[in-house]
């Protein structure tokens, strides 16, 4: 099993940065690919970043390529996403999430574990 835990976030100026954590507390990380997706209010929650399980993969959403980066340590059980350049519209309750398979993924549906989501708060 795979439980999940997020942190980071926080209230940050426009063109600020952050780094989001997700651990894994129970020590089965590396068998999984990793995502992070995000939900703001009146929003669907949508896809941002995914990594393989051994961290040689990577993919990202249009909206966020080339501001944010998704990286893992297996050795520490840890997924991070630095958030660069950050905007107002990147105001969203961020989550991480574990897909039992080592190939990343876009879609929500893939992901079978989820973190309970951390706020970040962008502001103008």
């Known amino acids: 099993q795979v439980q999940l835990v997020e942190s980071g976030g926080s209230l940050v100026q426009a063109g600020g940065s952050l780094r989001l954590s997700c651990v894994d507390s129970?020590?089965?990380?590396?068998?999984?690919?990793m995502g992070w997706f995000r939900q703001a209010p009146g929003k669907e929650r949508e896809f941002l970043a995914t990594i393989s399980a051994a961290g040689g993969n990577t993919a990202y959403a249009a909206s966020v390529k080339g501001r944010f980066t998704i990286s893992r340590d297996n050795t520490k059980n840890t997924l991070w996403l630095q958030m660069n350049s950050l905007k107002p519209e990147d105001t969203a309750v961020y989550y991480c999430a574990a897909r039992a398979d080592p190939n990343g993924s876009y879609y929500m549906a893939d992901f079978r574990f989820w973190g309970q989501g951390t706020q970040v708060t962008v502001s103008s």
């Open positions: 129970l020590y089965t990380f590396s068998s999984y690919a």
